[in-house]
């Protein structure tokens, strides 16, 4: 996807409906200076529309660009008839074949069970588990009780033990939180390492793991993040969880089957509005009061932005398959 220009006014929407009549997938958004960028979904088209965004620019009246409303609205309901069918026929075929399940999602699925149970089906301070895998564990020494905050954060980390990025995603606090996530692994992560292949799928689940647990760690308390605690014999980092990797699966399908139009990754609606609404509960600073309990938005937000920027790439087979 690439960013054509800028209208000035509402007069966007007569040409997007233009060029989406003549079979050329495109978007709006707010513009942060004001008015709307235009992005064009396929490069093949960027030059055809730059040329009519040209003439656009000088005959904005023009009545061509008023009347392709209706072919453009037909345009779009033939993508989501095509998209709907898709998914039918995808549906029929798993019924009748029996797919082995992909390896490396399925292995994250039994690490994280496996890491539940042995922390006692809780994040357990006391647990082995639990301090090898949290993002920060160290003795209440002297050396450790005078260090600054963010030295302190990153004890392990300048020691080495950069595993730790990783592997508080297999940490979980509770059954429901380790079911809510493991669910979105299932639903998406399988899907998208049989589609993209095993090796584009490390590589967003290791990006999605360690920059939003570096970045949940290091940030200060006043901005939510998540602060060392010292519990006596020893200081901990007391935050887990897959959320922050099953955001980024969610921004990836969302990405690809939204803007780029991969049948394969279309979301309903319902299921955007739901993880938006949870995220927003988070940032808002909505989730103590109402759920009883913190939730590790930078874990969230930054996955989700890897998400994107995975899926907006030419990364993956469907980037370049279509």
């Given at each position: 996807?690439?960013?054509?220009g800028?209208?000035?006014?509402?007069?966007?929407?007569?040409?997007?409906n233009?060029?989406v009549?003549q079979?050329?997938?495109a978007q709006?958004s707010?513009?942060?200076?004001?008015?709307?960028?235009?992005?064009?979904?396929?490069e093949?088209?960027f030059?055809?529309?730059?040329?009519?965004?040209a003439?656009?620019?000088?005959?904005?009246l023009?009545?061509k660009?008023?009347?392709?409303?209706?072919?453009?609205?037909?345009?779009?309901?033939?993508h989501?008839?095509r998209?709907?069918?898709?998914?039918?026929?995808?549906?029929?075929?798993?019924q009748r074949?029996?797919?082995r399940a992909?390896p490396?999602s399925t292995?994250i699925?039994?690490?994280?069970?496996l890491?539940?149970?042995m922390?006692?089906?809780?994040?357990?301070?006391?647990s082995?588990?639990v301090?090898g895998?949290?993002?920060?564990?160290?003795?209440?020494?002297?050396?450790v009780n005078?260090?600054?905050v963010?030295?302190?954060?990153c004890?392990?980390?300048?020691?080495?033990e950069l595993?730790?990025l990783v592997?508080?995603a297999l940490?979980h606090m509770?059954?429901a939180?380790i079911?809510?996530?493991?669910?979105?692994?299932?639903?998406?992560?399988f899907?998208?390492?049989?589609?993209?292949g095993k090796w584009c799928?490390?590589?967003?689940v290791?990006?999605a793991?360690?920059?939003p647990?570096?970045?949940q760690?290091?940030?200060?308390?006043?901005?939510?993040g998540s602060?060392?605690?010292?519990?006596?014999?020893?200081?901990?980092?007391p935050f887990?969880g897959f959320?922050?990797?099953?955001?980024?699966?969610f921004?990836f399908?969302?990405?690809r089957?939204?803007w780029?139009?991969?049948?394969?990754?279309?979301?309903m609606?319902?299921?955007v509005?739901v993880a938006m609404?949870?995220?927003?509960?988070?940032?808002?600073?909505?989730?103590e009061?109402l759920?009883?309990f913190?939730?590790?938005?930078?874990?969230?937000?930054?996955?989700?932005?890897v998400g994107l920027?995975?899926?907006?790439?030419?990364i993956?087979?469907?980037?370049?398959?279509?």
């Open positions: 996807m690439r960013k054509l800028t209208f000035p006014d509402d007069n966007a929407q007569h040409f997007v233009y060029l009549a079979e050329m997938p709006i707010p513009a942060p200076s004001g008015g709307f960028d235009l992005w064009i979904v396929e093949d088209h030059a055809t529309a730059k040329q009519e965004f003439h656009f620019v000088a005959n904005p023009d009545p660009y008023r009347k392709s409303s209706a072919k453009a609205d037909q345009v779009r309901q033939k989501v008839d998209v709907r069918s898709y998914q039918k026929n995808a549906r029929a075929v798993n074949t029996t797919r992909p490396i292995s699925l039994v690490a994280a069970i890491a539940f149970a922390s006692n089906f809780q994040f357990d301070y006391t082995p588990i301090q895998m949290a993002f920060m564990f160290a003795p209440s020494t002297a050396e005078s260090m600054g963010l030295e302190r954060q004890y392990n980390l300048m020691r080495g595993w730790r592997t508080p940490l509770s059954f939180h079911v809510f996530n493991m669910f979105w692994l299932v639903k998406l992560g899907s998208i390492e049989r589609r993209e799928f490390i590589g967003l290791l990006a793991a360690a920059i647990n570096f970045m760690a290091v940030m200060p308390p006043s901005l939510d602060p060392a605690y010292d519990l006596g014999p020893f200081w901990i980092v887990g959320s922050g990797v099953a955001y980024a699966l921004g399908a969302w990405m089957g939204t780029k139009f991969v049948p394969e990754y279309f979301l609606p319902s299921t509005i609404a949870w995220l927003l509960l988070g940032v808002l600073d909505l989730d009061n759920l009883g913190r939730m590790a938005d930078w874990a969230h937000c930054g996955g989700l932005f920027l995975f899926g907006s790439t030419s993956g087979r469907s980037a370049t398959q279509r």
